[in-house]
């Protein structure tokens, strides 16, 4: 095994990714596999989850267990938690990734069903999730957790309110997460900037380049998540928590 093989080697470890049916998730799961690890794909849609759990297996040889949960829903959480050490014994390392950015054309558009849709997904549930793995990992004498945050959490704008305030509670969870599990567990956000997955169909630009003013001037395709992921995700993050790691093309 080569040195980086060894640095960021999965092997004989649990991965739990939400969301990790399509986009980001499906290449963050699939990574992880590559790098030896058994995975975990969770998202609403069991067909899609199976579908990419089977596509996973085949490519890497790893046991990948697909398994179908609205991770806004709190009191699924427990099933899923519990499922995962039924099947492994353990988990190594859980992916809060699962995320919606709901689009409004006005601030009245958002209602209260909207926003506490939002604040479900992308907060409640990792909490819920960080809380049930993190204190199951402490136990076991290990882990690692990384929350999918985004780069509108720290350049919030009016047409994603609910979604930027939401993940910028995220980004304060963890930092406190890494206190609540430390020494033991690690806990890390990931900040990616535009990726070109199902969430991007629903941007708007009126500019030819709207990524000009960012400093590689472009979007990123979903696959180049995976070496920030897997740097978090790995033993080669082993003095990084309740960090921010930006994957965002350099934001203005
Ligand atoms: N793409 C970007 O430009 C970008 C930028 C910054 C941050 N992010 C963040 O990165 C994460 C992944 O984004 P993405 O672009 O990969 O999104 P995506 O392509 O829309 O995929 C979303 C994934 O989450 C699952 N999901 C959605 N709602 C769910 C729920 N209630 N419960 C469980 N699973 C659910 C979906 O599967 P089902 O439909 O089967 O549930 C799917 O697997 C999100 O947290 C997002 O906020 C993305």
């Known amino acids: ?19 990790g049916s399509r986009g980001l998730g499906r290449q963050m799961a699939l990574a992880a596999a590559r790098c030896g690890a058994d995975v975990v794909v969770a998202s609403r849609k069991y067909d899609t989850c199976v579908a990419t759990a089977e596509e996973i297996a085949a490519e890497t040889g790893r046991t990948a267990m697909p398994y179908g949960v609205h991770v806004g829903r709190w009191d699924e959480l427990d099933g899923l938690v519990d499922a995962v050490y039924d099947r492994f014994g353990k988990l190594d390392v859980l992916v809060n990734n699962a ?20 604040v479900n997904l992308n907060l409640k549930g990792p909490f819920r999730l960080s809380a049930l793995a993190g204190e199951r990992m402490v136990a076991d004498g290990g882990g690692a957790i990384v929350n999918v945050s985004t780069y ?9 309110i609910p979604y930027a305030a939401s993940k910028a509670g995220l980004n304060a ?6 206190f609540a599990f430390g020494p033991t567990v690690r806990v890390n956000t990931l900040m990616p900037g535009p990726f070109l997955t199902d969430i991007s169909k629903a941007w708007d630009f009126a500019d030819d380049n709207p990524f000009a003013r960012h400093a590689l001037q472009r979007a990123a395709s979903p696959a180049e998540i995976v070496g920030a992921a897997l740097f978090l995700m790995s ?17 203005p």
């Open 173 to 178: 969870m963890t930092e406190a997460l890494a």
């Open 1 to 19: 095994m080569g040195y980086a093989d060894e640095l960021f080697d999965l092997t004989g470890r649990v991965v739990l990714v939400t969301g």
């Open 99 to 118: 995320g919606m950015s709901p689009t409004y054309d006005r601030l009245t558009d958002v209602t209260e069903k909207l926003f506490d849709a939002v």
């Open 235 to 251: 033993d080669a993050s082993s003095f990084t928590t309740g960090s921010i790691l930006r994957a965002d093309g350099g934001m």
């Open 152 to 160: 509108g959490s720290l350049r919030p704008h009016p047409s994603f």
